[in-house]
């Protein structure tokens, strides 16, 4: 965290530089006369954030006053600030950000949600941070049956793994994997202290999963990672795959996960 005067000469430099690129048409104001700096002027942002002129200057210049949280949101909203920039003010400011309603579907672009359709045939789906399977295709529904049927609620993988008595059938090293996954989603929790959307997930399993109850005080944690498992397809039979995750770039919790079949069938196992 920079120093207290650093900070306030970093959050007049932020201020400054979303106030010039804001002009009054934008903002419903109308042009007076020849301006001889880009953007909106001081008072008009005082003026649409309901402050006085002479306080936001102040402000901008960096001195040794403290905006409530609630000047700093109506500024916000002058500014037409996205949640990202008014986390940043808020912090440059020496407030913490609010904690963001956590949605109860997570956002998915639909550029990326086509990527798994066009890697068909290979098994191929995006996952969230609470590994509800945001996009599929057809190779990954026919891979692991029964994940992609709730119409009330998006598919999950962590409750298909250990409440769905079809993962048994498909993931032929079923308590490893189901370890090492539930070690995957303690350290995603961990992130969101207090997201609901993790309390609820972490309760389906504990209340319908026996290893789930027994496992989860372990606190067993781990990242999530490619590697190889041994899966039962539904005609190939028992099969090895090679699978690889990729991180999204602006969803950087949401996962593309790819399977490969390296074409070798598994003796170990029947089909």
């Known amino acids: 965290m920079p120093a207290q005067p650093d900070r306030r000469a970093q959050l007049g430099t932020f201020l400054r530089s979303r106030r010039e690129r804001l002009t009054p048409d934008e903002v419903g104001l109308p042009q007076t006369g020849r301006r001889r700096t880009p953007g909106l002027r001081r008072e008009e942002l005082a ?3 309901g402050i006085s002129a002479t306080w936001y200057t102040y402000l901008e210049q960096g001195r040794k006053i403290r905006a409530s949280e609630q000047v700093l949101t109506a500024l916000a909203v002058a500014l ?9 003010l808020l912090q440059l400011a020496g407030h913490a950000p609010a904690a963001a309603e956590a949605e109860e579907r997570e956002p998915l672009t639909a550029e990326a949600a086509a990527v798994p359709l066009l890697l068909q045939p290979n098994p191929a789906y995006i996952i969230g941070g609470t590994y ?3 996009s599929h295709n057809q190779a990954a529904a026919d891979l692991f049956p029964r994940l992609i049927m709730e119409a009330d609620r998006p598919a999950n993988f962590v ?11 498909v993931l032929l090293d079923w308590e490893p994997e189901a370890r090492a996954l539930l070690a995957r989603l303690r350290m995603l929790a961990a992130r969101h202290p207090g997201d609901p959307r993790y309390t609820r997930l972490v309760e389906d399993l504990t209340e319908g999963s026996p290893e789930a109850r027994e496992w989860w005080p372990q606190y067993e944690v781990q990242a999530r990672h490619s590697g190889r498992k041994r899966l039962r397809h539904p005609r190939r039979g028992a099969r090895d795959y090679t699978y690889t995750a990729f991180h999204l770039a602006e969803q950087p919790e949401q996962t593309l996960v790819v399977y490969y079949d390296s074409g070798d069938r598994d003796p170990k196992a029947e089909p």
């Not at 037409?80 to 940043?88: A, V």
């Not at 409750?159 to 008595?165: A, D, K, S, T």
Request: proline share 8%.
């Open 80 to 88: 037409r600030l996205d949640p990202q920039e008014r986390d940043h």
């Open 132 to 134: 509800d399977v945001l």
């Open 159 to 169: 409750r298909w793994v250990f409440l769905e008595p079809a993962a048994r059938h």
């Open 47 to 49: 003026l649409l954030a």
